[in-house]
């Protein structure tokens, strides 16, 4: 199967935009499954509820009625990330298939301001069977909990769809270590540019990636607009053993990880 | 507090040259804290039982006598690993301090010929309270375990002593990861050299090295002997706040983390 990382550079409020941005540059290249990065519609620097409660669309609004489209027309999946508007608001992607919304993930761990605009995701982290294979999701800042790739790897996701929006440097090395630790493929999509607002000033690092469970970074993007591309065999994620004496998942001994 | 990570190479079998020749890398800093290498005193690569049995030692056999002297004249701590003898054979660190043995690890995750050699750590991730932070221990592989240094940062753990035989390219660069992750300090105290013995020929990639909660790397040796040393205030590792909105450790949401 093919992956395709989408790193784009959304302007903040400019929906339309945006998706259609994103559309152009998913037309350029031809994947089974494309990861968006992080609140790629809205952009990601609210100054006020108000803003993200204007932006924020239920999981079948405008931006999805735009992406499913571009899936069905094309027989692929898609990973978005949005702000999403139901019972509150959530920091949330969506998993679309040529038949429409497949699965939902809600971010579990929230960064730095998004806690005065988003509440922490009530999904967990779920799994969804795929003709390709099994794939879940994160949200960029998740990363930086070993507990989120491992659930979905516990879980038997065989690849992490991790759309983000980074601002420090540290995420693209750590992924090599989550895909080591757990024998996982990763797709994580950043965005590039910059957004100035209400006196927070962020710059974002593009280097979107997809690393293997071997912990080799496939393909690493630049700071600019651009999609990468790469081919993968999801299965070898089925593997745990590292040798003929350990298992990496079943070798775990949760007895010896008491902290009490 | 001044932390040395010790980089030896040793010589199978040969105890006694081994611990001397550490005592003479630790003689030529002056540090607080001494991290030796796993193993440190037997070598790593054994052919078969008798072998390890032969070598292995009870905690306070000779290479804790000759270690707990030096602790002792220098009013410093050590950390080194060794085959211990015990109701069964174990791969082991062991902390010494002025006093003599202050604490004791028995490797968790042994990997790949060990199973042969050794039974698994049965002790967990104990940490000890030293006069300048806690420190717990874990052992070369126990590193690709996320649940490992998670387990002693949420023991209290401000330093990971871990002494290693590294083979693989992996572990200086995850070990970033961890201690990001954990707002820990970690000191990693690699060896040099070859084995080949029984037709297991392994080659070992120093890059023993000492990194910040920041996940800065203060020292990362090169692959020779040579001793690493960096003053550090392990302070630093006990506030968990990355930013006003965010605590690392308890921004964990267990309930997330369900898998079944």
């Known amino acids: 199967m093919r992956i395709a990382v989408v790193q784009t550079s959304p302007q903040f409020g400019q929906v339309e935009a945006n998706v259609t941005a994103a559309l152009i540059a998913m037309e350029s290249v031809r994947a089974d499954l494309y990861v968006l990065p992080e609140l790629f519609n809205t952009g990601y ?5 108000d803003e993200v409660e204007k932006l924020a669309e239920p999981s079948e609004g405008p931006t999805y009625d735009a992406i499913a489209k571009f899936a069905q027309r094309n027989s692929c999946y898609v990973v978005y990330g949005f702000a999403e508007k139901a019972d509150r608001i959530y920091n949330s992607s969506s998993l679309i298939g040529p038949q429409g919304l497949v699965g939902l993930f809600r971010k579990v761990h929230l960064f730095y301001r998004e806690h005065l605009f988003f509440a922490p995701g009530n999904l967990g982290f779920p799994v969804f069977d795929l003709p390709f294979g099994k794939v879940g999701m994160m949200i960029c800042f998740d990363w930086i ?23 420090l440097p540290h995420c693209p090395d750590a992924m090599v270590t989550r895909c080591l630790e757990n024998r996982v493929f990763a797709a994580t999509a950043n965005r590039v540019g910059r957004e100035n607002r209400g006196g927070v000033d962020l710059s974002y690092i593009g280097k979107s990636e997809i690393v293997s469970p071997r912990g080799e970074i496939l393909k690493r993007l630049e700071n600019e607009e651009a999609v ?27 007895e010896a990880y008491t902290t009490g």
Chains 1, 2 share one sequence.
């Open 145 to 167: 909990y070993p507990e989120s790739a491992r659930t979905l790897a516990l879980r038997g996701a065989q690849l992490i769809a991790h759309p983000s929006n980074l601002v």
């Open 228 to 254: 990468g591309i790469v081919e993968v065999h999801l299965a070898q994620a089925l593997n745990k053993h590292i040798n003929e004496f350990n298992n990496l998942l079943s070798d775990r001994r949760e």
């Open 45 to 49: 620097n609210f100054a006020t509820t």
